[in-house]
């Protein structure tokens, strides 16, 4: 596990200079709106980013902290921290779906050069950063538990989008609501 939380820790860095980068492209736009639409479009994808960037404020020294534990017993479904430090990577994995869509529309309006090649390199980082914390997600949820089915891999299959290759992403199958079977999983933790 402590492999696996160096590339969070990361990935998760990463993620947060980028949205840091982004709102900074994001706030002269804002400020010079032409009309209130894309005043509140691009205040509103602005808010979301603040609010992840929020949370990865405190998520950073949350996954630091574990990546310094000594003993292997503090990775385990017993311990309510480590359940939060799960809880918070998963809602992450979200996080950086809605960034990649994030900047895919900011590619719609942002065509100069020098914008349209930073959006283009920060969604080439965020889209590889995303298939690698939902894979490495997925493994942790099936070492916990063995029957795990990711309950959200409908989301992926429906978003492929995502993937500009024009290949489908590497998703888990999607699973009838029959087949979901609740057991330990990093989104059911409490």
Same mark, same amino acid.
């Given at each position: 596990m402590?492999?696996?939380l160096k590339i969070f820790y990361q990935i998760f860095t990463t993620t947060k200079d980028a949205i840091e980068k982004f709102m900074n492209m994001l706030d002269p736009v804002i400020q010079n709106a032409t009309?209130?639409?894309?005043r509140l479009y691009y205040h509103h994808i602005f808010e979301e980013e603040e609010q992840r960037l929020s949370r990865l404020v405190?998520?950073?020294p949350l996954i630091s902290k574990f990546e310094k534990?000594?003993?292997e017993k503090d990775f385990a479904p017993t311990n309510n921290e480590f359940n939060r430090l799960l809880q918070e990577l998963n809602l992450e994995k979200f996080g950086l779906h809605n960034f990649v869509e994030h900047l895919d529309l900011a590619l719609?309006?942002?065509?100069d050069e020098e914008r349209s090649t930073m959006l283009n390199q920060l969604r080439e980082v965020s889209y590889s950063d995303y298939q690698q914390v939902k894979a490495m997600l997925l493994e942790i949820n099936q070492r916990f538990d063995n029957d795990y089915v990711d309950p959200h891999a409908?989301?992926?299959?429906?978003?492929?989008h995502l993937d500009r290759? /024009?290949?489908t992403s590497a998703a888990a199958p999607v699973v009838p609501a029959a087949k979901y079977k609740k057991g330990?999983?990093? /989104?059911s933790l409490i």
């Open positions: 402590k492999e696996e009309d209130d639409h894309e405190e998520l950073i534990e000594k003993d719609f309006r942002f065509t409908h989301h992926d299959h429906d978003h492929d290759a /024009g290949t330990f999983t990093v /989104g």
